[in-house]
């Protein structure tokens, strides 16, 4: 099985330009510095599925990945926003696009007195929290290797020692959720970021576009989430170690 699987790396590493890449926790205040860096990251196993698996795209991805960050930015770095302007960092944001994230922002909020968790969340999450794990250890098909690899939490509890994430989300139910779970993969990068982290806790919060409905997935080290996740990112982190053979 390796071996079919290395041919198959060789087959397609010239497709993928890339250059070859003790857990480390800090914060950025420029938001660009995190997407600089050379470690590999989920994202970078995303982009790597997409051109060994093209498919369909659905939707404006760079309009959903805007909106995606302002959102995130209202949220989790408020300090980064002109409320008054409707500005992060100083670039404009559409009128519309604005308030809608503002009003999720609101759905959250009250979500977040109906739920103690959630309360204990925004209250004392660290945010935008980056790890750096060096030569972490994979193994795939029983082949060991190392990476270097990164995350980026939106929300991380330190005396807890587990994060998660806030998703924004077009499903309008829970089942429209959970599909979206598996097949936006976010569950294998609530699986790389618990790896990372060595945290056995995570979870998703995620705020509808369409209705501003809260939906909720919390996920334990060693359930079907966590388990699918991981097979997902061992089969991806292995193409990737492939392409940057020496």
């Known amino acids: 099985r390796v071996k079919w699987k290395l041919v198959r790396c060789v087959m397609v590493r010239e497709k993928w330009n890339m250059n070859p890449i003790t857990m480390t926790m800090t914060k950025i205040n420029n938001p660009d510095a995190y997407y600089q860096r050379s470690e590999v990251s989920n994202s970078d196993l995303t982009e790597l599925k997409n051109l060994l698996h093209p498919h369909m795209q659905y939707g404006d991805r760079e309009a959903a ?65 980056f790890m750096v794990n060096k030569h972490q250890v994979f193994s795939n ?9 990164r995350c980026k939490w939106d929300w991380w509890l330190p005396s807890a020692h587990f994060g998660g994430d806030l998703k924004t989300t077009f499903a309008s139910t829970q089942a429209e959720f959970d599909n979206a779970v598996d097949f936006f993969d976010w569950d294998r990068s609530r699986a790389w970021y618990m790896d990372i982290a060595h945290s056995d806790r995570d979870f998703i919060y995620a705020i509808s576009k369409k209705n501003c409905r809260i939906f909720k997935k919390f996920i334990n080290r060693g359930d079907d989430i966590y388990t699918r996740g991981r097979e997902k990112y061992e089969e991806l982190a292995f193409q990737y170690w492939c392409f940057n053979l020496q």
């Open 65 to 129: 990945f805007r909106f995606g960050s302002i959102v995130d930015a209202i949220i989790t770095e408020p300090s980064r926003v002109d409320f008054l302007h409707m500005t992060i960092d100083g670039e404009p944001c559409s009128e519309e696009e604005f308030l809608h994230a503002r009003e999720m922002q609101r759905a959250l909020r009250a979500e977040a007195r109906r739920d103690p968790f959630l309360a204990k969340v925004l209250e004392l999450s660290d945010t935008q929290r």
């Open 141 to 149: 098909g029983g082949f060991c290797f190392c990476l270097d690899t």
